[in-house]
Structures are given as C-alpha cells and as structure tokens.
Nanobody, 120 residues
Framework: QVRVVESGGGLVHPGGSLRLSCAAF????????MDWYRQAPGKEREFVAR???????NYGDSVKGRFTISEDNAKTTVYLHMNSLKPEDTGVYYC??????????????WGQGTQVTVST
C-alpha cells in the first residue's frame, strides 16, 4: 500500500508565501516523479509543477518564477514553495505521484488535497 499525503494549505494574503508538503508512505521501490496539480471552483484541474527522479523540474506557465518544487534527501517528500501569491492561485492543491512498488509494478497515486486560499 502506498499513500501520498499533503499538508500546509491555508489562508494567505495576496503577495504572501506558503509552503505545501507531500509525503509518500508505504512499500515504495522507486518514485518516478511527483507533481502538484490544483483545481479552482468551477475549473478543470491544472498542472502546477513536477519533479522527476533525476531532480529535473518543470512548471505550469501561470506559476513560473513564483513557485518552486523541491524534495528532501530521501526523495519521499516534495515541497511546493509558493511566493507572490495571487487570488487566482486559490484552489485545492493535489499531490500526485507515479510510484513503483516493485521492479515491474508502477501506479499513480493522488493525495486528498489541501485548500489554499489567497484573499484579503
């Protein structure tokens, strides 16, 4: 069994910063990549950022230059550092991982989501 669990959401003023965390637990053989998506009310889920097993990163156009994705030394926890937050960054942020539980077993896992609200 593998789970990914997000934390760190909350209410922040425009221009502020917030850090989200996503930890992967369970029988993990390898993590191919982990990423963040977000979904605002009435909108489709949107790609935010990804970090691969080799450490390379990529970002959605709307967050480039403001958000940074990183990981811990064990590579089982990823962080999303969000700066210069805007009201349009409001939404539920989901962690997603492509994780191997064995050499030939790979699945995708989603967290339960954490709410980020940017408002005065």
């Amino acid at each position: 069994q593998v789970r990914v669990v997000e934390s760190g959401g909350g209410l922040v003023h425009p221009g502020g910063s917030l850090r989200l965390s996503c930890a992967a637990f369970g029988s993990i053989f390898n993590i191919n990549y982990m990423d963040w998506y977000r979904q605002a009310p009435g909108k489709e889920r949107e790609f935010v950022a990804r970090i691969s097993s080799g450490g390379s990163t990529n970002y959605g156009d709307s967050v480039k230059g403001r958000f940074t994705i990183s990981e811990d030394n064990a590579k089982t926890t990823v962080y999303l550092h969000m700066n210069s937050l805007k009201p349009e960054d409001t939404g539920v942020y989901y962690c997603h991982g492509i994780i191997q539980t064995g050499p030939a077993s790979v699945n995708e896992y989603w967290g339960q989501g954490t709410q980020v609200t940017v408002s005065t």
